[in-house]
């Protein structure tokens, strides 16, 4: 089955704590995404990839890091978590055409509360 | 700079109303690409609809359909006969240039019986 994985789907932590939300990818999709969803603010890009070893700032890339080793995977690192980023984020991944992309593909989102 | 905007942050209607999700972007680029998403009660994003910037025709899908303008930089979304199951967060989305991806904020649609 296609899909995208994210883990943890829920996670507590406190301020300061490093953590590694994962995304994983079985369709062999060149680009991937990160987003976070917070009330009234809609989806906003944290950062993106458009291939392994390249990555770009969405509009929200303060206090995440990422990389793209391997194509399938795209983990989103928060080094130093602050209660500000408590959010549902969500990675996505999509075919590249003509340097676009298409239909994104979804992870199920994961609820991070930092303390 | 681009920007999406959905000005309507909750609609509420009764079953079998049409309602219009409207959609208003903003973006330098001459192309680009406007995608509609669905987010249900249950959380997950769902693909509705992905629109070059070259192609002004209208498209009709079942019960959805969908109006671009470019001359008002608009691209709404209709639901005719709208149903309990429609009730979801809907998201308008802009791509341009090198892949950057912005969202509106979202309209919370609640579809009564």
């Known amino acids: 089955e296609a899909q995208v994985t994210q883990n943890p789907r829920y996670l507590i932590t406190v301020t300061g704590k490093k953590l590694t939300v994962t995304c994983s990818q079985n369709?062999?999709?060149?680009?991937m995404s990160w987003y976070r969803q917070d009330p009234g603010l809609g989806l906003r890009q944290i950062y993106y990839?458009?291939?392994?070893?390249?990555?770009d700032k969405g509009d929200v890339p303060e206090g995440y890091k990422v990389s793209r080793k391997e194509k399938r995977n795209f983990p989103l690192i928060l080094e130093s978590p602050s209660p500000n980023q408590t959010s549902l984020y969500f990675c996505?991944?999509?075919?590249?055409?003509?340097?676009?992309?298409?239909?994104?593909?979804f992870g199920e989102g994961s609820r991070l509360t930092v303390l | 700079a681009q920007k999406v905007t959905q000005a309507q942050t909750e609609i509420s209607v009764v079953e079998k109303e049409d309602v219009t999700l409207d959609c208003v972007y903003e973006?330098?680029?001459?192309?680009?690409?406007l995608f509609w998403y669905k987010q249900p009660p249950s959380g997950e994003l769902v693909f509705l609809i992905r629109?070059?910037?070259?192609?002004?025709q209208n498209e009709i899908s079942g019960r959805y359909s969908w109006n671009f303008q470019k001359s008002t930089s608009s691209f709404n979304f209709t639901i005719t006969a709208s149903q309990v199951v429609d009730s979801a967060v809907y998201f308008c989305a802009l791509e341009t240039s090198g892949s950057r991806l912005t969202f509106g904020e979202g309209t919370q649609l609640t579809v009564n019986p």
């Open positions: 369709m062999n999709h060149e680009y």
């Open positions: 990839s458009m291939n392994v070893e390249v990555t």
């Open positions: 629109r070059n910037s070259f192609d002004e």
């Open positions: 973006t330098r680029d001459t192309t680009y690409y």
């Open positions: 996505a991944s999509a075919v590249i055409s003509f340097a676009n992309t298409g239909e994104l593909f």
